[in-house]
């Protein structure tokens, strides 16, 4: 396995190749074949391009064997942040098939976030847009290049613009050459890793997922199974399909494996979003809660016909109950809540289950090999029906984060359990209801943001004495950020702070919503800084001046 991962104890690995959950085949053989029993069915739609199977299947092994012959190798680590276009799946499928790890970043994500990304996995590639939502991605480039020296490529979906960039279009090899690069002769093992995921975070500095061939396939498989997918599915990837919902819950891979189509929108507006679902004939579609409310919202007076459409997931933060039984009645389909992470764990409510479970509960895990606990807080289990902190371990779930042996003494238990953070309880049938979180993490409608990764931004402020971040209720978000802060000396103001962090390069939902100025800070009885307390004046909205 590659260096700086943990593989699963033998024992589990074997249990797991016994049961059936590893089947032992990797992305590149997975496409191969899918182009095989599918060819000329359309795989992937872009705007006016449909590229069916086996036109996947080969431009993957034309831009694997240019990505060879630029002198990528197997285990290097690429850093991907295309938006919703068809070279993401070229792109991610010939770094599968010659070795190579695509990290996902978010196209949110700005020079704080790249600079990392790069230096911390010692990337050789970065592959980004030319422009996308007017923001320019060779700009960004260009300063990541300048502080991350050891970063060989810079490759462009688009026009790579005058530099040293290299266009992307121009790394696929004629059929001719690509013999020469044979990019099947030495396949990764399908215990390898295949990519590295994004953590939402809790600490200071985002930390990596290491996903195996095998379990990744695997999470597919029972993903594709449990929504129903087959060939006749159409799949509206409408979130950022990097982020590990929309890519693998089942999404955008789920839908492939499947053999079905992938619809990519470029934005989740329903003025784009719904013509699509009418044109294309979308049957399953994925958001995260505010973005349910949005067309919630707007689906009464459009015109289109959303009648195809049979499945609408909800997931990556709560869904209230009282937009969740509107789904049915307003969108006309079945509501899917998914209550998952890029860890691991993924949790469905199932498409026969009564109005009242969907409604009500974020669903059970997949895989009947998923091991869940409800905790307290000296990892004792909780009564039935009590709340609890859910850890779980199991065949797709990671045992460890990428070269971060002392933050995964904290994140695991000892006998391998990943401490989610989320406090739940379940129902007597097993399904999960999300009741909080024990993590110092804002879920601002389904992206993530560490407390501590703002916290240490404010902190270089020369005027900051001190930061703390917490997350205050909001109604269409479910929650936004609000940062308290204690200036030790100088006046800067809140819009200051902010200006502050974006030219730091911090990704814009990452900057807090509010800032509220503070002489100190509350403190719980053994003299740390209560974060309860500061949630409980973040939530009333009043002057919080001590
Ligand atoms: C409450 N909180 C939720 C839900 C995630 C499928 C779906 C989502 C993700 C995801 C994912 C929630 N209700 N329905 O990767 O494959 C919060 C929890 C969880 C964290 C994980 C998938 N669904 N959450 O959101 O890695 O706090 O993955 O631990 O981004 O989101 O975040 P992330």
Redesign the pocket.
């Known amino acids: 396995m590659l260096a700086g991962c943990k593989a699963w104890p033998e024992e589990f690995a074997a249990r797991y190749r016994e049961a059936g959950c590893w089947h032992g085949e990797t992305f590149g053989e997975l496409l191969r074949k899918r182009a095989a029993a599918h060819g000329e069915r359309v795989a992937v739609v872009c705007g006016d391009r449909r590229i069916s199977y086996a036109e996947l299947d080969n431009r993957v092994d034309r831009l694997a064997a240019g990505f060879l012959k630029l002198g990528i190798k197997a285990q290097e680590r690429v850093i991907v942040q295309l938006p919703n276009i068809a070279s993401f799946f070229d792109t991610i499928f010939a770094l599968f098939r010659i070795g190579a790890l695509p990290v996902f970043a978010l196209p949110v994500h700005r020079r704080n976030e790249i600079v990392y990304l790069c230096g911390f996995s010692e990337a050789a590639a970065y592959i980004i847009p030319d422009m996308e939502s007017g923001f320019d991605y060779r700009h960004l480039a260009a300063q990541v290049q300048a502080s991350v020296p050891s970063l060989r490529h810079v490759i462009v979906a688009g026009d790579p613009g005058p530099g040293t960039f290299v266009s992307l279009d121009d790394l696929y090899l004629d059929d001719s050459e690509c013999s020469s690069y044979g990019s099947d002769a030495e396949g990764p093992d399908p215990g390898d890793v295949a990519f590295l995921q994004l ?2 975070g809790t600490t200071g500095l985002p930390k990596l997922i290491p996903r195996t061939h095998d379990d990744y396939i695997y999470s597919l498989r029972m993903s594709a199974e449990i929504c129903s997918l087959d060939k006749d599915s159409v799949y509206l990837a409408v979130l950022p399909v990097a ?3 929309p ?3 089942p ?1 955008v891979l789920g839908t492939l494996y499947a053999g079905g189509r992938v619809v990519l929108a470029r934005s989740a507006s329903p003025e784009t979003a719904f013509p699509l679902i009418a044109s294309e004939g979308v049957t399953i579609a994925a958001v995260v809660p505010p973005l349910a409310l949005i067309w919630l919202e707007a689906a009464p007076s459009r015109s289109e016909d959303l009648s195809n459409l049979q499945v609408l997931q ?6 209230s109950a009282e937009a969740a039984q509107r789904v049915q009645t307003v969108l006309g389909c079945k509501l899917q ?7 691991g764990l ?1 949790n469905y409510t199932r498409l026969d289950d009564p109005e009242d479970i969907t409604v009500h509960t ?2 059970r895990p997949m895989s009947p090999y998923d091991e869940v606990r409800l905790v307290d807080e000296d990892d004792v289990e909780v009564a039935p029906g009590e709340v609890g902190e859910l850890l779980t371990r199991g065949p797709y779930t990671i045992r460890g984060y990428y070269k971060a042996d002392k933050h995964n003494a904290k994140a695991f238990t000892t006998d391998g359990f990943y401490r ?3 406090l739940a309880s379940m129902t007597p049938s097993g399904y999960l209801v ?1 009741q909080g ?1 024990s ?1 110092d ?1 804002i ?1 601002r409608g ?1 992206d ?1 943001v560490a407390a501590e990764e703002v916290e240490n931004h404010l902190l270089a402020h020369p005027s900051v004495h001190d930061a703390a971040v917490v997350a205050m209720p909001d109604e269409y978000l479910g929650e936004r950020t609000c940062a308290f802060v204690i200036v030790h000396h100088g006046a800067v103001s809140g819009n200051e702070l902010k200006a502050f962090l974006r030219n730091r390069g911090l990704a814009a939902y990452k900057i807090p919503d509010r800032v509220e100025f503070m002489d100190s800070f509350p403190h719980t009885g053994v003299g740390k800084v209560s974060k309860k307390q500061l949630r409980e004046l973040a939530a009333q909205n009043q002057d919080v001046r001590l």
Request: charged share 15%.
């Open positions: 953590s939402g982020h590990n919902f890519l693998s819950s999404g909800v997931g990556g933060a709560k869904f809540q998914v209550y998952g992470m890029a860890e993924v974020q669903g989610t953070g989320d999300i979180r993590k993490q879920n389904g993530k």
